[in-house]
Nanobody, 114 residues
Framework: QVQLVESGGGLVQPGGSLRLTCTAS????????MSWYRQAPGKEREFVAS????????NSAESVRGRFTISRNNARSTVYLQMNSLKPEDTAVYYC???????WGQGTQVTVSS
């Protein structure tokens, strides 16, 4: 079955950086676009960034553009989210997702606070 396991979250000060990792299994990873979403307390889950199946095309939400970079390693069935210049409003649980499947992982908590 499809499994998505996110990791790499933590507590970081404003202006700091983190790299999130999502390891996928149960499907042919290199055939699918991958996305990152996040959900802050009391808010709906929102789109953060996506990458095409080859990792050539990417897209990101305006709120993170220029600060976050999505990438993937198809040989390792892994997608990454490099987050720089973090702000308190980036605090959320971050999830990776495949649009064609209903599965969500457990997410990884990112907290930006001094």
């Amino acid at each position: 079955q499809v499994q998505l396991v996110e990791s790499g979250g933590g507590l970081v000060q404003p202006g700091g950086s983190l790299r999130l990792t999502c390891t996928a299994s149960g499907f042919t990873f290199s055939n699918y676009a991958m996305s990152w979403y996040r959900q802050a307390p009391g808010k709906e889950r929102e789109f953060v960034a996506s990458t095409g199946s080859l990792g050539i095309s990417t897209n990101s939400a305006e709120s993170v553009r220029g600060r976050f970079t999505i990438s993937r390693n198809n040989a390792r069935s892994t997608v990454y989210l490099q987050m720089n210049s973090l702000k308190p409003e980036d605090t959320a649980v971050y999830y990776c997702h495949v649009a064609q499947f209903s599965t969500w992982g457990q997410g990884t908590q990112v907290t930006v606070s001094s």
